[in-house]
Nanobody
Framework: VQLQASGGGLVQAGGSLRLSCVTSGRAGIRDVMGWFRQALGQEREFVGSIRWDSATTRYADSVEGRFTISRDVYKSTLYLQMNSLKPDDTAVYYC?????????????????WGQGTQVTVSS
Protein backbone atom coordinates (compact mmCIF):
# COMPACT_ATOMS: atom_id res chain seq x y z
CA VAL A 1 0.00 0.00 0.00
CA GLN A 2 1.31 3.44 -0.91
CA LEU A 3 -0.03 6.86 0.05
CA GLN A 4 0.77 10.20 -1.55
CA ALA A 5 -0.40 13.36 0.21
CA SER A 6 -0.63 16.77 -1.42
CA GLY A 7 -2.34 20.13 -1.14
CA GLY A 8 -0.43 21.80 1.65
CA GLY A 9 0.68 25.41 1.50
CA LEU A 10 0.67 28.80 3.14
CA VAL A 11 -2.66 30.35 4.09
CA GLN A 12 -3.80 33.23 6.27
CA ALA A 13 -5.71 32.63 9.46
CA GLY A 14 -9.37 32.12 8.70
CA GLY A 15 -8.62 30.66 5.30
CA SER A 16 -9.16 27.19 3.89
CA LEU A 17 -7.13 24.39 2.34
CA ARG A 18 -7.98 20.95 1.02
CA LEU A 19 -5.51 18.14 1.35
CA SER A 20 -5.63 15.01 -0.79
CA CYS A 21 -4.14 11.59 -0.29
CA VAL A 22 -4.09 9.05 -3.10
CA THR A 23 -3.78 5.46 -1.97
CA SER A 24 -2.67 2.60 -4.14
CA GLY A 25 -1.83 -1.03 -3.71
CA ARG A 26 -3.70 -3.89 -2.11
CA ALA A 27 -6.09 -2.69 0.58
CA GLY A 28 -9.34 -3.85 2.12
CA ILE A 29 -12.73 -2.19 1.75
CA ARG A 30 -13.07 -2.22 5.55
CA ASP A 31 -9.83 -0.36 6.09
CA VAL A 32 -9.69 2.87 8.02
CA MET A 33 -7.83 5.95 6.81
CA GLY A 34 -6.70 8.81 8.94
CA TRP A 35 -5.09 12.20 9.02
CA PHE A 36 -2.46 13.11 11.59
CA ARG A 37 -0.35 16.19 12.02
CA GLN A 38 2.96 16.99 13.62
CA ALA A 39 4.02 20.47 14.58
CA LEU A 40 7.68 21.34 15.02
CA GLY A 41 8.95 19.82 18.24
CA GLN A 42 5.64 18.12 18.97
CA GLU A 43 4.42 14.55 18.81
CA ARG A 44 2.29 13.40 15.91
CA GLU A 45 -1.37 13.85 16.80
CA PHE A 46 -4.65 12.52 15.51
CA VAL A 47 -6.73 14.86 13.35
CA GLY A 48 -9.47 12.60 12.06
CA SER A 49 -10.33 9.29 10.43
CA ILE A 50 -12.80 7.72 8.05
CA ARG A 51 -13.81 4.13 7.44
CA TRP A 52 -13.45 3.27 3.79
CA ASP A 53 -16.71 1.34 3.51
CA SER A 54 -19.16 3.22 5.74
CA ALA A 55 -17.54 6.68 5.57
CA THR A 56 -17.95 6.95 9.34
CA THR A 57 -15.76 9.76 10.59
CA ARG A 58 -14.06 10.68 13.85
CA TYR A 59 -12.35 13.96 14.68
CA ALA A 60 -10.06 15.41 17.28
CA ASP A 61 -11.77 17.97 19.50
CA SER A 62 -9.39 20.65 18.26
CA VAL A 63 -10.67 20.41 14.67
CA GLU A 64 -14.28 19.31 15.17
CA GLY A 65 -16.58 21.59 13.21
CA ARG A 66 -13.77 23.10 11.15
CA PHE A 67 -12.28 20.11 9.34
CA THR A 68 -14.10 17.54 7.24
CA ILE A 69 -12.78 14.20 6.05
CA SER A 70 -14.19 12.50 2.98
CA ARG A 71 -13.14 9.87 0.48
CA ASP A 72 -13.71 8.98 -3.14
CA VAL A 73 -13.68 5.22 -3.40
CA TYR A 74 -13.44 5.21 -7.19
CA LYS A 75 -10.45 7.57 -7.17
CA SER A 76 -8.92 5.85 -4.13
CA THR A 77 -8.47 9.29 -2.66
CA LEU A 78 -8.85 10.65 0.85
CA TYR A 79 -9.55 14.34 1.47
CA LEU A 80 -9.20 16.72 4.37
CA GLN A 81 -11.11 19.98 3.97
CA MET A 82 -9.78 22.50 6.46
CA ASN A 83 -11.76 25.68 7.12
CA SER A 84 -11.32 28.52 9.59
CA LEU A 85 -7.66 27.71 9.86
CA LYS A 86 -5.70 28.96 12.86
CA PRO A 87 -1.96 29.44 13.38
CA ASP A 88 -2.11 26.47 15.78
CA ASP A 89 -3.03 24.28 12.80
CA THR A 90 0.45 24.79 11.37
CA ALA A 91 2.07 21.37 11.02
CA VAL A 92 3.09 18.66 8.62
CA TYR A 93 -0.02 16.67 7.81
CA TYR A 94 0.18 12.93 7.20
CA CYS A 95 -2.33 10.50 5.81
CA UNK A 96 -2.32 6.91 7.00
CA UNK A 97 -4.09 3.62 6.36
CA UNK A 98 -4.86 0.75 8.66
CA UNK A 99 -6.74 -2.52 8.56
CA UNK A 100 -10.26 -3.05 9.95
CA UNK A 101 -10.22 -2.13 13.62
CA UNK A 102 -12.14 -0.12 16.17
CA UNK A 103 -9.33 2.05 17.49
CA UNK A 104 -8.38 4.90 15.19
CA UNK A 105 -6.76 7.68 17.26
CA UNK A 106 -3.24 6.39 17.79
CA UNK A 107 -0.38 6.25 15.31
CA UNK A 108 -0.01 2.56 16.15
CA UNK A 109 -3.52 1.92 14.80
CA UNK A 110 -2.16 2.50 11.27
CA UNK A 111 0.13 0.40 9.13
CA UNK A 112 1.00 2.64 6.19
CA TRP A 113 1.90 6.31 6.03
CA GLY A 114 2.25 8.98 3.38
CA GLN A 115 5.19 11.35 3.21
CA GLY A 116 3.47 14.40 4.72
CA THR A 117 2.55 17.81 3.39
CA GLN A 118 3.31 21.11 5.10
CA VAL A 119 0.49 23.41 6.14
CA THR A 120 1.43 26.86 7.41
CA VAL A 121 -1.17 29.27 8.75
CA SER A 122 -0.05 32.87 9.20
CA SER A 123 -1.63 35.21 11.71
Amino acid sequence: VQLQASGGGLVQAGGSLRLSCVTSGRAGIRDVMGWFRQALGQEREFVGSIRWDSATTRYADSVEGRFTISRDVYKSTLYLQMNSLKPDDTAVYYCARGGPRTAVRKTTDYDYWGQGTQVTVSS
